[in-house]
Structures are given as structure tokens and as C-alpha cells.
């Protein structure tokens, strides 16, 4: 399988790299920075998610490299906590940019080389920060929300083709994405879940893996959070 994976610099996008490329998957991944994984299976290519010119040189040059794509899976993304009163309206052009643009923008490219796959399936991030309507996470939430909303369209859009479109919405994991958002915080957000426990970046992998399996073709359109959120 080809598996394209944006922001794989660090957190779990590495994570999901490293775990494509040790079953034997053939890993394209990219991000502004360089990424701390050395492996035969996996090609790191730096560049602008949010830039259409970089998506579309990526893109094709996994068309060329290896002949198409499998599966796409929408990793990359940004945030902060900050009220609505406080927010400069660049910290929300940046946070909608890499949240839903890079989304929109590697989806749509990458659609025609879906469509040639057997079994072309599509993952996009979201968060618990949704259903929960957490304070400060105002714009955050909506970014995350349009992914949602663009996952489930884009899944009636698709399926014609046989291509799957769905997303996982992690529980708080310790990467650099909340290093910002204060402890008690987080830990009030644990306590509200039906499983009262930190997410790790093995509970993502596994639903990504299901995602992605031949024998979950039918299964579109769906948003599942972790640690029972919704």
C-alpha cells in the first residue's frame, strides 16, 4: 500500500509514518521540517501544506515515484488555546489554513490518484475539542468541524469511485499540539470522557488501521472520538 501523510515531522504524524513504514507500506510524508525517521519504506519531502503549489508538486511526484496512491491520510495541523476576545485574525487565517485548507487541498489532488486504487481510502484529524465545545478552543473547534463536515460530503462524493472518507477525533495525547494548554486543563477534558485515561498514539494508529483495511469498504463517512467523546 502507498500512504501519503502530511505534518510527519514530529508528533503523530512521525508516529504514523514509522508505523506504515515498519509493516512494510510504502510512506510518503511531508512537512515544513524535516523528520527524525530514517527508513528503506518511507521518503520524507519538505513543503507548505497549506500551499497549493507544494501540495500539487507532492503530490505528483508520488505519481511519479511509485505510481500512484492508496490511502491519503490528513494529519497535519495547528492550534491554540486562546479566548475569542484575544485572537488576532492571523492566528485564524494560520489555524483554518492548516487545519481545513491543507485538508481541502491534498484531498483534492490527490482524488485522481485514488481513484486509480483498488481500494483508495482517506483519513482526516479531528478532536474531542468538538463535541465538547471546550473555552478557548472556539477556532480550533470550527477548523475541526469544517474537517468533519468536509469528510462526510466528500465521502458521498467519492464513494462512486469506491474511495472511503472518514476521521478519527483524538482524546488529549502529550505532543507538541497541546504542549501549550495547561495541565489541569487536560485533565479536567480526561475526566470527562467515558474512559477516563490519556489517549496514546497507538489508540489512533488502530483506528486508522481499520480505516484503511479492504474489508472496512463499506464503512464511509464516519467520525469516530476516542475515549467515548460525542
Not at 85 to 94: F, G, K, M, Q, Y
Not at 165 to 181: D, E, F, K, Y
Not at 196 to 208: F, H, S, Y
Request: some cysteine.
Amino acid at each position: 500500500m502507498r500512504v501519503l501523510i502530511t505534518g510527519t515531522s514530529r508528533g503523530l504524524g512521525l508516529v504514523l509514518a514509522q508505523h506504515f513504514a515498519e509493516h512494510g507500506h510504502q510512506v510518503i510524508g511531508c512537512a515544513r521540517s524535516p523528520a527524525a525517521l530514517t527508513h528503506p519504506c518511507y521518503e520524507h519531502l519538505l513543503g507548505d501544506v497549506t500551499e497549493e503549489s507544494d501540495v500539487a508538486r507532492i503530490v505528483d511526484h508520488t505519481r511519479t515515484a511509485y505510481g500512484g496512491l492508496d490511502a491519503l491520510i490528513n494529519n497535519a495541523g495547528w492550534g491554540r488555546m486562546i479566548p475569542v476576545a484575544l485572537t488576532p485574525a492571523e492566528t485564524v487565517r494560520r489555524i483554518l489554513d492548516t487545519n481545513f485548507l491543507s485538508t481541502f487541498l491534498f484531498t483534492r489532488a490527490a482524488l485522481r490518484l485514488l481513484r486509480r486504487s483498488k481500494a483508495g481510502r482517506i483519513v482526516n484529524l479531528s478532536t474531542v475539542a468538538v463535541p465538547y465545545r471546550l473555552d478557548g478552543e472556539a477556532v480550533y473547534a470550527a477548523a475541526k468541524s469544517a474537517v468533519e463536515t468536509f469528510t462526510r460530503v466528500t465521502a458521498k462524493e467519492v464513494g462512486v469511485w469506491g474511495i472511503t472518507c472518514n476521521a478519527v477525533g483524538p482524546s488529549p495525547i502529550r505532543t507538541a499540539l497541546i504542549a501549550g494548554v495547561p495541565e489541569h486543563t487536560l485533565e479536567a477534558l480526561v475526566g470527562r470522557q467515558s474512559i477516563r485515561t490519556w489517549a496514546e498514539p497507538g489508540d489512533v494508529v488502530n483506528v486508522i488501521d481499520f480505516y484503511l483495511r479492504p474489508e472496512s469498504r463499506l464503512v464511509t463517512g464516519q467520525v469516530v472520538y476516542l475515549g467515548g467523546a460525542g
